[in-house]
């Protein structure tokens, strides 16, 4: 379980000027020290205005962010203390922003859900935690809402986050903002 401490964080080694990037280093259980990257970025063109999607990870060979490896660290509520850190930072330097988590797959989305579940009651004063499920909308007709190309047009419902929901019914994306 991932136990989120913000007083035990990593310093970053490199902050973006607009606090949109962070780089620092952790330590893998091999000992091996790998620099992560942080990243928050503008989703303006999906259904969700003024959300910015996290995404964290070691770099790739061309230096983007490889969010799909699966990491050993040595000290994992660490890692995941110092990005909920840098998330925080961010959003008080863009306070009418949210920030969004995808599980690229369910055992990532598993981690999310536990992690913020887990500790609501730390980050509450934070942090206003927001599952988004997706629904598609039944039209007065019967038939369901269409797009352009004839598919099932998808759209987000968020929602306050669901701290009995159990982890066999994940949300499909997972949102913060600041407890204002």
Do not use: C
Request: hydrophobic share 40%; net charge negative; proline share 3%.
């Amino acid at each position: 379980m991932i136990k989120i401490n913000l007083e035990n964080t990593f310093e970053a080694t490199y902050v973006g000027a607009s606090f949109d990037q962070y780089i620092f280093e952790s330590v893998l259980k091999d000992d091996t020290i790998i620099q992560l990257k942080v990243k928050f970025t503008n989703i303006a063109e999906s259904l969700l205005p003024n959300v910015y999607n996290l995404a964290f990870g070691p770099f790739d060979t061309s230096g983007k962010i490889n969010d799909s490896i699966n990491l050993k660290h040595k000290d994992s509520n660490k890692v995941f203390s110092t990005i909920i850190l840098f998330s925080i930072t961010f959003l008080k330097n863009n306070p009418r922003m949210t920030i969004g988590i995808d599980g690229s797959d369910d055992l990532r989305a598993n981690l999310y859900h536990r992690m913020f579940r887990f500790n609501y009651k730390d980050l509450q004063d934070f942090l206003v935690i927001i599952g988004v499920d997706w629904y598609v909308r039944l039209l007065r007709n019967g038939t369901i809402e269409l797009d352009d190309n004839g598919l099932a047009f998808f759209k987000p419902k968020p929602e306050p986050f669901d701290f009995q929901r159990r982890t066999d019914d994940l949300y499909r994306y997972y949102m913060f903002n600041l407890n204002q």
